[in-house]
Structures are given as C-alpha cells and as structure tokens.
C-alpha cells in the first residue's frame, strides 16, 4: 500500500499532510505555490517511495501542482470537495478550520476511500475540460448579448425584428447602420457594399427592403450606438466560439475520436455536444456502473428514508452542472431526431410524468444507453 500526500490548496501556499503506508507515522509541512515550492514539496516528501498526491479540486488552483506531479512521474488525484466535506462531518465535531487541518482531513479520508477514489477521480490533463468550460461560458455571453441586442432594436428600429438579426450580414449592416436614420442618410452604393457579405454573397434584404423598414420606423436614433455596440460585441464573440468549437472537437478527436464516433452514432447528438461530455466525463473507465455516471451527473433522485417512510424526491444536483446542462442538449436533440428515444419521452408523458419531469427519465435513458455503447465499443443501433 501506498504511502499517502494530502495536500490543501491555496492560491499562493499550501499545506500537505503525510500518512506512511501503515498510516502511523505522520508529518506536515506547507510550500510556495511556484515551480520552487512545488521542487521543495517533493524534497520533503523524498524519503518515501512511490506516494500518491491527492488534493480537491479548487477552481483552477490544483492544475498546475497537478500538472507538475504526473510530469514528474509521481501519480496525482483529483478529488471532489463534496466528498471531502461529508468525509469531515461524519468523523470530527470541531468547528476548527486551517490548511494544516484540511490537509490532513484529505489524507485521512484518502487512505480510508483510496480504493474507490482512484478510479472515480481525473488525472489527465484539464485542457480539454478548460477549453470546454470556456466555450460554455463564451455560448452564454452569446446568448446574453443576443437577448441585449434584440431589446436595444426594440427601442431603435423595432421593424427590423421581423427578419433574423443573428445572421452575419445583419450583424454586420447593424454595426455600420444601427437605426432607420442611419439607412436614410445613407447612400445607394454605402447601402450596396453593406449588404454584400465577405464572400460576395448579399443578404436576401434588397436596398429597397431596407428603406421601406426604415421609412415608416417608429424607432429612436439616439439608441443606434447600443445597437452598434451589441451588434459588434456579438460579432467578436460568435468568431470566438467557432475558434473555441474547432479547438475543443479538435482536442477531443485526439484521445478519443472512438468514442466521439460512438456518441455521435446516435441521431440527434452531434460533434460539439459529444466533445462536451467526453471532457467532463473524461474516461468512460471511471466509472464502474451506470448508476455512478447518472450520480456524477447529478440526475439521480434524493431519497429520504426513516423507519418505514420512503420518499424519492427531486434529482439531488450534486454532480456536475455543466455536463448535466449538455445532457440536456443532448436529450432534446434525440427527441427530435430519433424515433426510439422520442417514444420512451412520449411513453413518460403519457404516464402523466410533467416535461421536466420526463426529460430528466430521458437524460438517465440515455446516460445508460452511452454507458454501454461506450463500455462496449458499440455504434448505435436501435434495440429490437
């Protein structure tokens, strides 16, 4: 058995905790959070053969130590925070909080659970679940800045709202001619050159639709550079998502380009939502049954239990929110796109399940179906 390194992170120190592999003897110490601390971590620790490094996973603070170990050759597990804190509840009443105590706390819950642990906690690499994440929160600036620009048109040139503004030729005419002002002060020929998108192809709006939407406009031009700004910013974050899309599908096919066929094998997911789920789930192989993937997920429900109640309650949301919000996507799509998973919904519904309700029975559907194909190797096939 492994000698055992629990380590708290902090953004500018860290404490560690050591339990040697009979989990008698025992020594702490702290170090910077900086390649010369991290080389003082592995001096201190260099008495001990073949440790292994956990620490909780803390916003972005762990991935460089993390990174430092596996590169020297040293094994480094992520933990989840959540088991951590239960782990800490269960087995002491104090209310005394230090690095020094939290970092034993990891080692001792470590070398209680180190069984299960090693083979439910990430160790690769976070690149893809980083570019992953960022592409999540760059979809909901998006998404944001969608919704700004359609109330800043509602109040500048409402009429124009009857076409669909998100194209990149509107979007492009908005950030030069935001406001019916704008279009009647300009030319036929500044009028031509904005509607010609870079490949030469024009918008389906002609001058002459352009001018009627501006001439009986009820809108206030004094709101024109809002729509500008919304045009422009909207602009610059649909090119930083397509970059980030490319970046994320691209790491992804690297290390798993099976599994992305597998997933995508089933009509109604696609490439972008398939690169989503592999990076938050990272290795299929994690996970030992379905039933813990539906937990990491977070759509299993709550159960209350004493003497002879039993109730089930609302899924827990414990697991991961940003994979659960992709299974979603996912869900929604194989209703749409694919007869068996849309009969088992419609089967849920008519079982008088609400559509929230439903779609979370869908989700489980179809963790449990990804579980075996993946653990399989299999493409999708509808069951017979």
Known sequence: MSAIIGIDISQNSSSYHLLDAGGIKETSGSFSMNRSGF??????????????????????????????????????????????????????????????????????YAKQAQEQISENTRTMDDRRLSVARRREQVAEQVATVKTQLKADLTVAWPEVLAKNVFTQGMLRLLSVYPCAQAIEEATDEQLALALKTPRGRGLSLSIKDLRALASSSIGIPSYGPLVKDSAQSLLFLQQKLDELTKTLVALVRQTQNLEMDIITSIPGIGEITAAHFLAEIESIDRFERYQNLIAFCGTDPGIYESGSILKKGRITKRGNPSLRRYLFLMASGVIRCNPYFKAFYDKKRDENFPHRKAMVALMNKLIKTLFAMLKKKEMFCIPT
């Open 39 to 108: 080389e003082s971590l592995l001096r201190q620790v260099s008495h001990v053969q073949d440790p292994r490094f956990f620490m909780e996973s803390t916003g972005r603070y762990h991935i460089t130590l993390a990174h430092f170990l596996l590169q020297e050759g040293h094994r480094a597990v992520i933990v989840n925070p959540v088991l951590i804190k239960q782990f800490s509840k269960a087995n002491t009443l104090r209310k005394t909080k230090t690095d020094k105590i939290d970092a034993a706390l990891i080692a001792r």
